[in-house]
């Protein structure tokens, strides 16, 4: 279309002109593209609507970051994250976070086992060997985490950000690609643990799932209650989202992007050359893992459609799942009925202006 701008050819014929990304790459982009437009596909065979989702669940994947996904019950989380992970042929693992499971529960423990003097495990003696826990997949689901308290959530904060366990001492890493996506009920508040400040800024994105449209209620109904389950075929292996995952970070970013992205973060922070409202409803602005993440959400946008380098567009689009967790409202945001988003609309609203 004439009124299109995010055609891919431009964008690539003048990455190539710059040297930015070598030939290669531009075809590896365009593999990305297509295969992107395949897992979308795949996955709607399963999931209903929420594209929105989708797109941002996969950009979090290319950007190497993890997602918390609040929703009411019965909006198909879990089963997206299944369909996800079975998409792009992944391990997968499901952790129920209950207000009983320990640490240890999650990343594994040390067990006693007979072993000979040659180390084998078939008799001469006893020693001990680490048994993997659920954290040990390539994709794995922390399926409603606000129920466990915060001793057992930060058991997963080593693996997020570091990319390893820590156990008695010895350290094993995490195979990738690893991806974590949370689930959280924001109604049920009755022996729910809020998630500490750490632990949220760990997730690169914090998404809502709304209640479908009637029509795509309706469907859903339809589907569901039918003789025939749709599944998911594979469409990636590990190996090719681990090159995905590498173009996404080689991908060049205009200065005018990068200062559009640290500046409205910036703007979150009371004081200095904040809005006034920013002081009068929030307590804490955003740190600047935010403009990190909103640039890395931003290539990765841009990858997926097939362009060359992201657009200050792109950092729009990825404001609100990036700085919603971010942010600390005040108490005179909460009596006047400001939210977080609506603070960051108004902060885009005025950067429009």
Sequence with gaps: MADAPVSSSPDAARAAENGDLASGQLDTLDELEGAYDRLREEIGKVIIGQAEIIEMVCVSLMARGHVLLVGVPGLAKTLLVRTLASALSLDFSRIQFTPDLMPSDITGTEIIQERSANGSSDGGGRGFRFAHGPVFANVVLADEINRTPPKTQAALLEAMQERHVTAAGETYDLEAPFFVLAT??????????????????????????????????????????????AQAEPILSAEEVLRYQQLVRQIPVPDNVIRSAVRLVSRTRPGGEAPDFIGEYLSYGAGPRASQYLILGAKARAALDGRATPLEEDVRRMAVPVLRHRIVTSFNAEADGVTPVDVIERLLDGAKA
């Design 184 to 229: 959280q009920n924001p109604i049920e508040q009755e022996g729910t643990y809020p998630l500490p400040e750490a632990q949220l800024d760990r997730f690169m994105l914090n998404l809502w799932l709304d209640y479908p449209s009637f029509d795509d209620e309706v469907e859903v109904v339809r589907s569901t209650t039918a003789g025939h389950e």
